[in-house]
């Protein structure tokens, strides 16, 4: 299966500097869109620099380049890989002091060689999954709201101040505490339904745009995969968002007619070109795969012949 992605981010409307940064195959994006098409396993990502700390952007493009140069596939641990990040993040920071304590959030979809697709999560950019025709977040906000609400400590979130409500309380960087990795397996394959999109978001856009907002959005048949993506981050700010905007969206698709209807038009030679590029890189992946477990099946074996053979003399 391939998988066809569109990011897009922006600084808004308010803001002087984008925290947030997009990793689409392989690529750190920190400005406009960008657009690619990758076969499994691979990593997509949206980092948002904590507001109110140091060398926020910086936390999440360091985040994102750490990121892009991982070999994932089933047998990555992201999980310690993603607390390795965070360790050199702090590493990074005590450096200089106007970069001491820079944190970020994170976002990440991974899609092993299996096609098995899984959610990491740390702190409030968003994870959707849009299938049927509904929109659904998969991410639960970490933040100070959220969390007093589980406790049972108030009845609402509406109870606390605003500024109260949406702290996070988890972030990759942060020397106070360790990062608290949510996890979210997909319970049905993805690509499992033909409208079935992922959708990860900054704050800038999930706080201002509803879930009938965006299941309107991936509704609109007129509009290309790229045009709804970007109508989104307008979306947002129509609705008075004053952060950075940032989404992308991932399409799993198996044929070329299939990604011709994403892109709105015919393939260009280039855009066959990177789809055939994706398959080969498919191939390639399997072949090492597959001589990787011969390999390991052969030493087994040879390992077996060798304690025979001691066990031979030894009788």
Known sequence: MNYYIYGFTGKGNYRKHNEDCLLINRETVRKGGFESVCIAPFLSAVCDGVGGEQAGEVASELCIRYLSITDYDSSVDLDRHIMNIHSKIIKNGISSPDSVNMQTTLCCLAVDENGRAVCYNIGDSRMYRYVGGCIRQITVDQTY?????EQGEIDGI?????????????????????????????????????????????????????????????????????????????????????DNVSVIGIKP??????????????????????????????????TRYQNSMLMEQADLSLQKLFDDLESFKNT
């Open 158 to 242: 509406s109870e606390l101040e605003p500024e109260m409500q949406n702290a996070i309380v988890s972030s990759v960087g942060s020397v106070l505490q360790l990062p608290s990795i949510d996890r979210f397996e997909f319970v049905t394959p993805f690509g499992s339904e033909s409208d079935d999109t992922v959708l990860i978001c900054s704050d800038g856009v999930s706080d201002y745009v509803s879930d009938d907002e965006f299941e309107i959005a991936m509704k609109i048949d007129n509009m290309t995969f790229k045009e709804k993506i970007e109508a989104l981050c307008e979306l947002a700010l129509r609705n008075g968002s004053t």
């Open 253 to 286: 698709f198996d044929t070329q007619e299939e990604y011709e209807r994403l892109i709105g038009g015919i393939a260009t030679h280039e855009e066959k070109a990177e789809t055939i590029r994706a398959e080969h890189e498919c191939l390639a992946y399997e």
């Open 145 to 149: 709201g959220r969390f007093l609400y």
